[in-house]
């Protein structure tokens, strides 16, 4: 065997991972560009935070505190929680990947629906285990659905609640029957990063769920409303044995200072949070009216996106609009790769960006 020519093997399944592709930024050509691909708030992040990330600056040379102890007693003063069943991640992309990690091998099963997020196949897959995707009803996650696929092979289970890319949720007493229905020995992961921005009676992120048991983990980002996707900071609230095992996986200064600093104090700025919630709530409608009003089918949202479908035929399909409305400078969201060819997934964005897009929108469905 001439050995000089033979290349490292990635482990059994890491070369059938389809890679994460991020929402495109560029619109070549064009002057003014609005990306309205990742969710991203318009608001930008809170002075305060920016302030204390500016701060941290100065200690560059000094490790990050391992436990970032200021961000989780953050998060644990505003939402009521025992800080000690908080786990901070990189992202809460970091902390899916360490669930499946943690929980995960290869034999196991992790269970995902037909749209979900992306991240949770690429995460079983990447430790070892099996993907199972069950089918959603109306573009939402159908718990009998995930029921049926239970096996003894079954480890983890994750939904998004509310939902990326449909922006729909499922209520509380949904979420308790899935858990109720499942082996005490499955993780439910309730990925929660759109909670905020939820109006509705009957929801709940998990909270009370985690506290009340001891294989249900809520996932939470810093990501969305509040504005610091480029810092990566994500959390999760779980039982203490969940955290132990996790803590044992993570890397140890997995979360960098000024992140650390500036999700403290961005989680402390509740009125920020408020505005930005505000913002979202008044345009979520005004777009989804006014799409509905053109003549585009949209599902409904409840999160600080919406989910376009465009027409079969007449030259209105999602990649004909794709094409119009990067060439006036709004780059939108395909979604193929979650299920729904004949769509695109749009950001609630600025003022300018919404009444922009409705307006590129309005144009193209007149075209003759
Ligand atoms: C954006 C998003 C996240 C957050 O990811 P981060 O790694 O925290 O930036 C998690 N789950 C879903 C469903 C998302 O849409």
Redo the contacts with the bound molecule.
Sequence with gaps: MNLALKSPEPRAGILDIAAYVPGREHAPGVAKVHKLS??ETPLGASPRAIEAFQQAAFNLERYPDGQAHDLKDAIAAVHGLNPANILC????????GLLCHTYLGPGDEGIVTEH??L?YKIQITAAGGTAVTVGERDARVDVDAILAAVTERTKIVFI?NP???TGTYIPVDEVRRLHAGLPAGVLLVL?A??AEYVRRNDYEAGIELVSSNFNVVM??????VYGL?GL???WMYAPRQVVEAVDRVRGPFNLNAPAIAAGAAAIRDQAFLAAAVDHNLAWLARVSEALTAIGLRITPSVTNFVLIHFPEAGGRSAEEADTFLTSRGFILRAVSAYGFPNALRMTIGPEEANEGVVAALTEFMGRK
Excluded: C, H, M, Q
């Excluded at 991640?89 to 899916?96: C, K, Q």
């Excluded at 996932?219 to 969305?224: A, I, M, P, V």
């Design positions: 990742s969710n991640g990189n992202g809460s992309d970091e902390l899916l979900g997020f991240v998004a939902a990326n890319p990925d990063a759109y996932t939470r980002t810093f990501s969305k996707a990566r900071i994500g």
